[in-house]
């Protein structure tokens, strides 16, 4: 397998917009090493139903069904965006070692992901998984990951569920984009949420955990077996199975309206000094202790080399599907107490982490089931440049037209575009400020949607 080893200087709380918030806001993620190109998930975890009116059950990463309804371009050798390696610490007093040979002190306690599954970009008919008005519940987790056992040590994977609607302030905290986003992001994403954290302490050593209380929470304490490690630790990786068990009919039951976080942390059962080398990107040194890497969505192409390669990939900006970080120097207490005492909602990189769902939807016949199609809202929106619409056909059609007018019910623009069974994609030019209507007439059957430009 080829080895490739990267050092990106990612923007896990993205730097506001000021010189004096660039330096408050925490850096992460600060070495990773890339995977196998577009490292898959095993087919059989990565199934994913048609949740219909009634019961239903489904597995997936909210992370990548967001990237993959959006049109981004997962596939191809140079995906838009790929899964790296980044290590997982409680404790984060250990270093990992990078392609150059130098060390670095591990940034990552806490990784994670938050998921809604309100979200229209969840399956490809863009229909909610469940209304607002139903609960569901979180039978088992699935984490993509790398776990290096070196030592017949003991260690643990502690993994949290927490839940609560996104008002519930004794279990999320919200951050708003003007003081910790930059564009492109800041313009259409106009807050971040993330997980409440008790813990936090200027001191090596104390553990931290979920802020929110018991009735919104819940622990599960996973001893990783020889069989979850993969003897490397580059380019390699397994999935690891962690149930939720104990609700009603199974797992955890999420209140109708509420949105599910899962976040973890690696706890070694032996001994690790300062600075010792728990994790190695370098084939010239190998780790003598055991050592964890999650797997995360993290942008390649463009490669990140400025803010304004960071691209709204991972997120839709009327959910909040989107990422969790929690990093050393928030729990040594180095930032503001808002950010040591919350998990970060991270829109630019995320863990691979699939959630077993399972319940029972109001959501009733949807678009697809009566139309025969399916349109997707415009993704950016409010854009400024261009944009790109996704559209799903059950089955094939005659004919599908595309017309983009303006308020006034003038036509802008208006095409021909694919009328095969499956999901295509528009790609919009640039307009002048102002609300727009684009609609999707299919045998003649029309669905509009609105969009602004800005």
């Known amino acids: 397998m080829k080895k490739i080893y990267l050092s990106i200087a990612a923007l896990a709380l993205c730097v506001g917009a000021s010189a004096q918030n660039a330096a408050k806001a925490p850096s992460t993620h600060t070495e990773r090493g890339v995977l196998a190109p577009n490292a898959k998930i095993p087919a059989k975890v990565r199934a994913q139903a048609k949740a219909q009116g009634g019961a239903f059950a ?33 404790d984060s007093t250990v270093s990992l070692v990078t392609s150059t040979g130098t060390t670095r002190v591990n940034d990552d306690i806490f990784l994670g992901t938050t998921f809604d599954p309100k979200s ?68 259409w994403r106009k807050s971040v949420i993330g997980p409440k954290i008790m813990g936090a302490i200027g001191a090596a050593g104390n553990k931290v955990g979920p802020a929110a209380p018991a009735t919104n929470m819940k622990l599960v304490k996973y001893v990783l077996k020889s069989i ?30 509420n949105i599910v976080s899962c976040f973890y942390t690696f706890v070694p059962g032996g001994t690790h000094t300062l600075n010792q080398a728990m994790y190695s990107f370098s084939t010239s040194v190998v780790p003598t202790i055991n050592g964890f890497c999650g797997i995360i969505w993290n942008q390649s192409s463009p490669q990140v080399n400025a803010v304004s390669d960071y691209l709204p990939y991972q997120v839709d900006k009327d959910s909040w599907n989107m990422g969790v970080n929690y990093s050393k120097k928030q729990r040594h207490a180095q930032y503001s107490a808002t950010y040591n005492n919350a998990a970060l909602g991270d829109l630019t990189t995320a863990p691979r982490m699939f959630f077993s769902v399972t319940g029972n939807s109001s959501v009733g016949i949807k678009e697809i089931e009566n139309k025969g199609f399916a349109l997707g809202q415009n993704t950016p929106n409010p854009f400024n440049g261009e944009s790109n619409v996704a ?39 640039a307009q002048a400020a102002g609300v727009y209507y684009y609609s999707l007439n299919v045998d003649g059957v029309v669905t509009t949607k609105k969009m602004i430009a800005q």
């Open 58 to 90: 489904i597995q997936l990463d909210p992370i990548e069904e967001v990237m993959t309804q959006k049109t981004v371009d997962l596939t191809s050798s140079t995906p838009q965006e790929d899964t790296f390696l980044t290590t997982v610490f409680m």
């Open 120 to 187: 229209i970009y969840l399956q490809s008919t863009f229909v909610p998984i469940v209304s607002n008005s139903d609960s569901y519940n979180i039978d088992s987790i699935f984490i993509q990951a790398s776990y290096v056992k070196k030592t017949a040590a003991v260690d643990t994977l502690y993994t949290w569920l927490v839940w609560g609607d996104s008002t519930n302030t004794n279990v999320y905290t919200k951050f708003a984009n003007t003081s910790v986003w930059v564009a492109p992001i800041s313009s």
């Open 228 to 257: 979850d490690s993969t003897g490397l630790g580059y380019g390699f990786s397994k999935i690891i199975s962690i149930p939720f068990t104990g609700g009603a009919p199974a797992g955890v039951t999420i209140p109708a309206g």
């Open 391 to 429: 559209y799903m056909l059950d089955k094939e059609a005659h004919t599908a037209t595309f017309t983009v007018t303006d308020v006034m019910g003038r036509v802008i623009s208006t095409q021909s575009v694919d009328a095969t069974k499956g999901t295509h994609t528009v790609n919009l030019n």
